[in-house]
């Protein structure tokens, strides 16, 4: 994208302003400057400033239990509040935004009859349907037909939608845009287009490829309609996402004057509050050969300067246990080399999933939690301590993250100070072709098979990750940074992707069970930095599956699985509340337990919040069980 976006705004403001509402305001008889309506183009590009779904605070309340629910992620180690409602849930409302900017376009286009702009209305429809999408992942029913329509005549109290309706209500209107984007008529102004520059053609491939989401989520409960929403996609003349060019990438501006959270998440602490890696997830990646493992986490604190450090001072046995499991020394116990797959795969490592109080979590505690200062070094007033486990890759999710190298505690500083404005993959290749897998797999009449699309949507997969990381800058990233001689880069290398497609954990083989196993443990993993597609993917497919030789959900003695939550709890609305009568009846028709903090009712036992579920939630399998 061309340099600072944001100004690119602020100039098309000023010019735009004059030259083109000239135009459109010539037949008027009214001067440009006396006219108060914002112009569609500039509403585009606010609408594009305002598009964010798992935005930071998502990720600091809702993704942490989300992960811990489904065991993608670790918070150190599990008990019984790990599975208790608490007061977390954020709803995701950022649709509404997107809504409130399409229907003031649409005022516009039919006010001043200027149905040459329908497209700046369309983008900002397929954004609003995105967003709501994500919306109903956590709320079930929502407010959509009747939002934001008050101004121009609508209620001032909104209904709630069916999830159900707006399923087919969305895979309409994402037609109904297509055809917007697919007229020729269509005018606009590329430059104020952030996300595809004004390209029309990938507007549309987006709509069409967005079905496939709905169809997804849909399948549980309508698996007909479903295929049938997936046999129009690929049937569809618009396209849909199949390369990384046409890949849904975002990346607001090329340089800010500040720290604005509205360029990324917005917490340079995000690593921290996210909680933690599990074992299994990175194993799992581990067995696969699996790149994306390098890019999702970070290496953990043990190079081979810091093992030699460990090992000069007399501490090589205080060493985590799998760490000594990969180093190779000589013949005078001194590192020669890493063994095992060698860097960088040697340095990555998750918490172990484990109950806590139970046998399991004290035969490991000194070992991986309670371990004071035994993975810590002292030479001379100079202390550190090494981290043992990978924690989420923050650059990823922010991109002005500073980075520094562990080094000995007499060692240099080494950080990697590279910031870039975030690039965020919003929507990939290797999304759309593991749905189409997924959806073949089940029965769907599609042009290729299960197979194919499975084997294209691990590779683009890959190779999406792997472009967004270079685009981060993200540490390790080609480089070293030339303070340990064994170090290994990170970046995508020839030969690796045949080689994680030959390893058995990813081979399209065994039976259909296995094979459709497959296809959903590389969703999760293609997910592992979009948190509600993640959640919502292990909710509805049921994996990770118990006793699972590829990646084993476990199954604690401690707490039953019908005890672990599958949504949020909703808090009843005040009788203060305008939308009280409408908010509790929707509630109560969805049928949900009262629980809320402010009325002091509490919030419902995780059982409920298993057993009450959303629409789209009602049949599928349970935690662990799979397929």
């Given at each position: 994208?061309?340099?600072n976006?944001?100004?690119l705004i602020?100039?098309?403001?000023?010019?735009?302003?004059?030259s083109?509402?000239?135009d459109?305001?010539?037949?008027?008889?009214?001067s440009?400057?006396?006219?108060?309506?914002a112009e569609?183009?500039?509403?585009?590009?606010?609408c594009e400033?305002?598009?964010q779904?798992?935005?930071?605070?998502?990720w600091?309340?809702n993704?942490l239990?989300?992960?811990?629910?489904?065991?993608?992620?670790?918070?150190?180690?599990?008990s019984?509040?790990?599975?208790?409602?608490g007061?977390?849930?954020?709803?995701?409302?950022n649709?509404?935004?997107?809504l409130?900017?399409?229907?003031?376009?649409?005022?516009y286009?039919?006010?001043?009859e200027?149905p040459?702009?329908k497209?700046?209305s369309?983008?900002?429809g397929?954004?609003?349907?995105?967003g709501?999408i994500f919306?109903?992942?956590i709320?079930?029913?929502?407010?959509?037909t009747?939002?934001?329509?008050?101004?121009?005549?609508?209620p001032?109290?909104?209904?709630?939608d069916?999830?159900e309706?707006?399923?087919?209500?969305?895979?309409?209107?994402?037609d109904d845009?297509?055809?917007?984007?697919?007229?020729?008529?269509?005018n606009?102004?590329?430059?104020?287009?952030?996300?595809?520059?004004?390209?029309?053609?990938?507007?549309?491939?987006l709509?069409?490829?967005?079905k496939?989401?709905?169809?997804?989520?849909l399948?549980?409960?309508?698996?007909?309609k479903?295929?049938?929403?997936?046999?129009?996609?690929?049937g569809?003349?618009?396209?849909?996402i199949?390369?990384?060019e046409?890949s849904?990438?975002?990346?607001?501006?090329?340089?800010?004057?500040?720290?604005?959270?509205?360029?990324?998440?917005?917490?340079?602490n995000i690593?921290?509050f996210?909680?933690?890696s599990s074992?299994?997830v990175i194993?799992?990646?581990l067995?696969?050969?699996?790149?994306?493992v390098?890019?999702?986490?970070?290496?953990n604190?043990?190079?081979?300067?810091?093992?030699?450090?460990?090992?000069?001072n007399g501490?090589y046995?205080?060493?985590?246990?799998?760490v000594?499991d990969v180093?190779?020394?000589?013949?005078?116990?001194?590192?020669?080399?890493?063994?095992?797959?060698?860097?960088p795969?040697?340095?990555?490592f998750?918490?172990?999933?484990?109950?806590?109080?139970s046998d399991?979590?004290?035969?490991?505690?000194?070992?991986?939690?309670?371990?004071?200062t035994?993975?810590?070094?002292?030479?001379?007033d100079?202390?550190?301590?090494?981290g043992?486990?990978?924690?989420?890759?923050?650059e990823?999710?922010?991109?002005?993250?500073?980075?520094?190298?562990?080094t000995t505690?007499?060692?240099?500083?080494?950080?990697?100070?590279?910031d870039?404005v975030?690039?965020q993959?919003?929507?990939g290749?290797?999304?759309?072709?593991?749905y189409?897998a997924?959806?073949?797999?089940?029965?769907?009449?599609?042009?290729k098979?299960?197979?194919?699309?499975?084997?294209?949507?691990?590779?683009?997969?890959?190779?999406e990750?792997?472009n967004?990381?270079?685009?981060?800058?993200?540490?390790?990233?080609?480089?070293t940074?030339?303070?340990d001689?064994?170090?290994g880069?990170?970046?995508?290398?020839?030969g690796?992707?045949?080689?994680?497609?030959a390893?058995?954990a990813?081979k399209?083989?065994?039976?259909?069970?296995?094979?459709?196993?497959k296809?959903y443990l590389q969703?999760?993993?293609?997910?592992?930095l979009m948190?509600?597609d993640q959640?919502?993917t292990?909710?509805r497919s049921?994996?990770?599956?118990i006793?699972?030789?590829?990646?084993?959900?476990?199954?604690?003695?401690?707490i039953?699985?019908?005890?672990?939550p599958r949504r949020?709890?909703?808090p009843?609305?005040?009788?203060?509340?305008v939308?009280?009568?409408?908010?509790?009846?929707?509630?109560?028709?969805?049928g949900?337990?009262?629980g809320?903090?402010?009325?002091?009712?509490g919030?419902?036992?995780?059982?409920?919040?298993?057993?009450?579920?959303?629409w789209?939630?009602?049949?599928?399998?349970?935690w662990?069980?799979?397929?």
């Amino acid at each position: 994208m061309k340099a600072n976006k944001i100004l690119l705004i602020l100039l098309s403001v000023c010019v735009l302003g004059l030259s083109s509402c000239r135009d459109q305001f010539a037949e008027m008889n009214q001067s440009p400057s006396d006219v108060t309506t914002a112009e569609p183009s500039f509403m585009l590009t606010r609408c594009e400033l305002s598009f964010q779904v798992n935005d930071y605070l998502y990720w600091f309340y809702n993704q942490l239990l989300y992960s811990n629910w489904s065991q993608l992620g670790a918070s150190g180690t599990f008990s019984e509040g790990t599975f208790g409602q608490g007061t977390a849930i954020m709803t995701q409302d950022n649709y509404i935004t997107m809504l409130n900017y399409r229907n003031d376009i649409n005022d516009y286009v039919e006010k001043f009859e200027h149905p040459e702009l329908k497209a700046y209305s369309a983008m900002c429809g397929v954004l609003a349907i995105f967003g709501g999408i994500f919306s109903s992942d956590i709320n079930g029913d929502i407010q959509y037909t009747e939002a934001c329509m008050y101004k121009f005549g609508g209620p001032l109290t909104p209904a709630y939608d069916k999830v159900e309706a707006l399923y087919d209500l969305w895979v309409k209107e994402l037609d109904d845009y297509i055809a917007v984007f697919q007229d020729k008529s269509q005018n606009i102004i590329a430059k104020q287009d952030l996300f595809f520059n004004g390209d029309l053609a990938k507007w549309a491939r987006l709509a069409n490829t967005i079905k496939l989401k709905i169809a997804v989520r849909l399948y549980n409960n309508n698996p007909e309609k479903a295929k049938q929403i997936a046999q129009a996609v690929v049937g569809n003349s618009a396209g849909y996402i199949d390369s990384i060019e046409d890949s849904f990438l975002f990346h607001k501006a090329d340089a800010t004057t500040g720290g604005d959270d509205a360029y990324g998440i917005g917490d340079t602490n995000i690593e921290n509050f996210w909680g933690g890696s599990s074992g299994n997830v990175i194993n799992f990646m581990l067995a696969s050969k699996d790149p994306r493992v390098r890019y999702f986490y970070r290496k953990n604190g043990y190079n081979s300067k810091i093992v030699q450090c460990f090992i000069d001072n007399g501490k090589y046995e205080n060493l985590p246990p799998y760490v000594k499991d990969v180093v190779v020394l000589d013949e005078d116990g001194n590192f020669k080399e890493w063994g095992g797959m060698g860097e960088p795969w040697v340095r990555y490592f998750g918490h172990p999933i484990v109950f806590k109080d139970s046998d399991a979590y004290k035969a490991i505690s000194g070992t991986y939690y309670d371990t004071g200062t035994r993975y810590q070094l002292t030479i001379g007033d100079a202390s550190k301590s090494y981290g043992i486990y990978s924690s989420l890759n923050g650059e990823m999710l922010l991109g002005r993250v500073d980075y520094s190298v562990p080094t000995t505690p007499d060692g240099p500083v080494i950080q990697d100070n590279d910031d870039v404005v975030w690039w965020q993959l919003v929507m990939g290749a290797g999304e759309t072709n593991l749905y189409l897998a997924e959806l073949a797999q089940l029965g769907a009449a599609l042009p290729k098979s299960a197979e194919e699309y499975y084997n294209r949507g691990v590779q683009l997969s890959v190779q999406e990750w792997d472009n967004v990381a270079a685009k981060n800058k993200i540490p390790y990233y080609k480089t070293t940074y030339n303070y340990d001689p064994n170090e290994g880069t990170i970046e995508l290398k020839d030969g690796e992707l045949d080689a994680m497609m030959a390893t058995d954990a990813v081979k399209f083989t065994g039976t259909d069970s296995e094979k459709l196993e497959k296809i959903y443990l590389q969703q999760l993993m293609n997910f592992t930095l979009m948190p509600d597609d993640q959640f919502v993917t292990a909710r509805r497919s049921g994996y990770p599956k118990i006793g699972s030789n590829l990646l084993p959900f476990v199954k604690f003695d401690e707490i039953e699985l019908t005890a672990i939550p599958r949504r949020f709890s909703f808090p009843w609305p005040l009788p203060t509340d305008v939308m009280y009568d409408i908010r509790t009846a929707n509630l109560q028709e969805q049928g949900f337990t009262p629980g809320s903090n402010q009325s002091g009712i509490g919030f419902p036992s995780s059982t409920v919040l298993n057993t009450e579920r959303l629409w789209q939630d009602k049949n599928a399998p349970q935690w662990g069980a799979g397929k």
